[in-house]
């Protein structure tokens, strides 16, 4: 059977950056219903698709690609089994795309996600056996982890589906189960997979990291990670028993940011002569953006913030897309440039960087401005409307980048498949 090799990556990298740019085509026409008027549109249905989307169609593909291509690069003869799991994978994201803003869950976008859940299992099944003698020890750690939360976070979808059969009213337990989904997405399978892919990045480049720093820098970042999916249980006002593992599951996190900046401190030199300047400006915020989610991660243990953080929808959604944008997203795009799955000499890829990133950084202070003024009670004017804008710079940016791409594919005559 005819395997897959490196030219099918470069071609499922340009389908991930499509895929990025439907996400803000979306997160646009939210942000235009909220600051003025689309009756047409059911919110809620929308929202479910673009965050639905932003999972599966742009990170979970961005991160399948570069483990299928971090395979390769071991000498992995490829298995075209990963072939079929690609195309799985983008229907059950498209399906769940097409269905979710006309029905919400309803019977054809839950088929689609329990597609995707197969996929995950089937994925994570079939690269665990086929990485274990295959990557470095370190990064095989990360990575299993990573594949582990992936599978776990498919609890959350199979709670709302029990919950919504039985139509139960229950709002505590509607929200720990899509709460259980997020966290074990973001803070495992998202997270853990970034890490693995930066340690592994270390390794290819040749750069020396201190072992016993990164072991521990691992342990504790994996010990946590379980336990603080008691921070998203707070807001139910829960026993002592959860406010006390929540805070030390914070306390275990915001400690793993020391080994990491002193590993990345001491090797700072040499990753400073082996990476272009857009990987290193995207990685410094990427850097900057998982430390900021570490410290306030620990900070919501804290009764008064944690009800803060929770009681308030701008904030909520800035912390999601502080970690689904500002670190993850970031640090994958920088990956893909490192690796060469993108071509970035163009005018249009740097626009584009420069511009995406400006439209991240106002989305960013313009949540933060919204939460910090519903706390207080007062209102900033125009919110919503430069939401609008910042949504409409993110898609201005990532349609150069996409654009840049799509030249070098016409030019080499790259087709995906």
Same mark, same amino acid.
């Given at each position: 059977?005819?395997?897959?090799?490196?030219?099918?990556? $470069?071609? !499922?990298?340009?389908?991930? #950056? *499509?895929? /990025? %740019?439907?996400?803000? +085509?979306?997160?646009?026409? =939210?942000? @235009?219903?909220?600051?003025?008027?689309?009756?047409?549109?059911?919110?809620?249905?929308?929202?479910?698709?673009?965050?639905?989307?932003?999972?599966?169609?742009?990170?979970?593909?961005?991160?399948?690609?570069?483990?299928?291509?971090?395979?390769?690069?071991?000498?992995?003869?490829?298995?075209?089994?990963?072939?079929?799991?690609?195309?799985?994978?983008?229907?059950?994201?498209?399906?769940?795309?097409?269905?979710?803003?006309?029905?919400?869950?309803?019977?054809?976008?839950?088929?689609?996600?329990?597609?995707?859940?197969?996929?995950?299992?089937?994925?994570?099944?079939?690269?665990?056996?086929?990485?274990?003698?295959?990557?470095?020890?370190?990064? $095989?750690? !990360?990575?299993?982890?990573? #594949? *582990?939360? /992936? %599978?776990?976070?498919? +609890?959350?979808?199979?709670? =709302?589906? @029990?919950?919504?059969?039985?139509?139960?009213?229950?709002?505590?337990?509607?929200?720990?189960?899509?709460?259980?989904?997020?966290?074990?997405?973001?803070?495992?399978?998202?997270?853990?997979?970034?890490?693995?892919?930066?340690?592994?990045?270390?390794?290819?480049?040749?750069?020396?990291?201190?072992?016993?720093?990164?072991?521990?820098?691992?342990?504790?970042?994996?010990?946590?990670?379980?336990?603080?999916?008691?921070?998203?249980?707070?807001?139910?006002?829960?026993?002592?028993?959860?406010?006390?593992?929540?805070?030390?599951?914070?306390?275990?996190?915001?400690?793993?940011?020391?080994?990491?900046?002193?590993?990345?401190?001491?090797?700072?030199?040499?990753?400073?002569?082996?990476?272009? #300047?857009?990987?290193?400006?995207?990685?410094?915020?990427?850097?900057?953006?998982?430390?900021?989610?570490?410290?306030?991660?620990?900070?919501?243990?804290?009764?008064?913030?944690?009800?803060?953080?929770?009681?308030?929808?701008?904030?909520?959604?800035?912390?999601?897309?502080?970690?689904?944008?500002?670190?993850?997203?970031?640090?994958?795009?920088?990956?893909?440039?490192?690796?060469?799955?993108?071509?970035?000499?163009?005018?249009?890829?740097?626009?584009?960087?420069?511009?995406?990133?400006?439209?991240?950084?106002?989305?960013?202070?313009?949540?933060?401005?919204?939460?910090?003024?519903?706390?207080?009670?007062?209102?900033?004017?125009?919110?919503?409307?430069?939401?609008?804008?910042?949504?409409?710079?993110?898609?201005?940016?990532?349609?150069?980048?996409?654009?840049?791409?799509?030249?070098?594919?016409?030019?080499?005559?790259?087709?995906?498949?």
């Amino acid at each position: 059977m005819k395997g897959i090799d490196v030219e099918n990556c $470069r071609r !499922w990298s340009v389908l991930c #950056l *499509l895929n /990025f %740019v439907m996400v803000a +085509a979306l997160g646009i026409i =939210l942000r @235009y219903k909220i600051a003025f008027s689309l009756p047409f549109v059911n919110y809620k249905y929308l929202l479910h698709a673009h965050s639905h989307f932003a999972f599966s169609g742009w990170l979970s593909t961005a991160i399948f690609t570069s483990f299928v291509y971090i395979l390769l690069q071991t000498g992995f003869t490829g298995r075209r089994v990963y072939a079929y799991l690609f195309w799985l994978a983008q229907a059950a994201s498209f399906g769940m795309l097409l269905s979710f803003p006309f029905q919400g869950y309803g019977a054809v976008s839950i088929f689609f996600s329990v597609l995707s859940v197969l996929f995950s299992w089937w994925f994570a099944l079939r690269y665990w056996k086929d990485a274990a003698g295959a990557l470095p020890v370190l990064t $095989r750690g !990360w990575i299993k982890a990573a #594949l *582990l939360f /992936f %599978v776990l976070s498919s +609890a959350g979808p199979f709670m =709302l589906a @029990y919950i919504m059969s039985h139509r139960i009213s229950d709002t505590h337990l509607y929200y720990n189960a899509v709460y259980l989904f997020l966290h074990f997405q973001y803070n495992g399978w998202f997270s853990f997979a970034a890490l693995g892919l930066f340690f592994h990045s270390a390794h290819r480049h040749g750069i020396q990291l201190d072992k016993p720093k990164s072991r521990i820098f691992f342990l504790l970042m994996v010990s946590a990670c379980i336990p603080a999916y008691c921070l998203s249980l707070l807001w139910t006002d829960p026993p002592a028993w959860v406010f006390i593992i929540a805070t030390l599951a914070g306390c275990l996190q915001l400690a793993a940011l020391v080994p990491l900046l002193q590993l990345i401190g001491r090797s700072r030199s040499q990753w400073a002569v082996r990476l272009p #300047l857009q990987v290193k400006i995207l990685w410094g915020l990427s850097l900057f953006a998982f430390a900021i989610k570490l410290i306030l991660q620990a900070l919501s243990a804290l009764p008064v913030l944690g009800h803060l953080a929770f009681g308030f929808r701008p904030v909520i959604i800035g912390y999601i897309h502080l970690v689904v944008l500002g670190f993850i997203s970031f640090f994958m795009m920088g990956f893909l440039v490192t690796e060469k799955l993108y071509h970035v000499l163009s005018g249009a890829w740097k626009a584009g960087i420069v511009i995406f990133i400006a439209g991240v950084f106002a989305n960013e202070l313009l949540l933060l401005a919204q939460g910090l003024s519903a706390i207080v009670g007062g209102h900033v004017p125009f919110v919503p409307v430069l939401l609008l804008i910042a949504a409409v710079t993110m898609f201005a940016g990532l349609n150069l980048l996409l654009i840049s791409q799509l030249r070098v594919k016409k030019k080499h005559q790259l087709f995906l498949y």
